[in-house]
């Protein structure tokens, strides 16, 4: 069987971090996420769509380590707003998107409502195991971006965590939305 092309991944309620937006200056967030953008042509690097209001959205990719406790970061992409949706779909749950976020999942890998279902249940069921345990952030690959990162900012932050935290921390995101061709409007 391939892997398929669009994952449910989970962040652990006891990473205490989960957003380089709280870590980073502002202005590197900004550089890091446009170059994201860019590197992708404004388009998701899983499922070649963009969104309605913005066209991507700058997602993390983490490597987990179950052994060492740790959780690295591997990398940034670029996703249309549908597949982040579905990667978080403990906030799509939170805020009543589930289904929504479910179709999507079903229509990207081409799989049946059952084999999604499945696949959601097996990243809750690893996201519970992992919750049980504490994470050690190893964020070294910013260091090659020429990013420095700053300490977490205010006591709030240590409450927030997992989940929760893509909500307050994607709420808006400000990007030139390229202009589309009528053949890639049709596309959507
Ligand atoms: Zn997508």
Do not use: K
Request: aromatic share 8%; charged share 25%; glycine share 8%.
């Amino acid at each position: 069987m391939t892997a398929p092309r669009l994952v449910v991944e989970l962040v652990p309620a006891t990473s205490w971090f989960e957003n380089l937006r709280s870590l980073l200056a502002p202005a590197d967030w900004d550089r890091l996420r446009r170059q994201t953008y860019r590197a992708a042509r404004y388009r998701c690097e899983v499922c070649g769509g963009r969104g309605e209001a913005h066209p991507v959205e700058c997602h993390e990719r983490w490597v987990y380590d179950e052994v060492a406790g740790t959780q690295t970061l591997s990398g940034l992409i670029a996703l249309c707003p549908l597949c982040h949706l579905v990667v978080h779909f403990g906030y799509a749950r939170t805020v009543g998107r589930q289904e929504e976020a479910g179709r999507h999942l079903m229509r990207v890998n081409n799989w049946s409502r059952r084999e999604a279902h499945g696949h959601v249940q097996a990243a809750f069921a690893t996201f519970e195991r992992r919750s049980g345990q504490h994470w050690r952030l190893d964020v070294s690959w910013l260091a090659g971006q020429g990013v420095e990162v700053r300490p977490p900012a205010g006591p709030d932050l240590e409450e927030l965590s997992g989940e929760v935290l893509f909500e307050v921390l994607f709420g808006e995101e400000d990007q030139p939305v390229p202009r589309l061709s009528r053949a890639e409007r049709r596309r959507r």
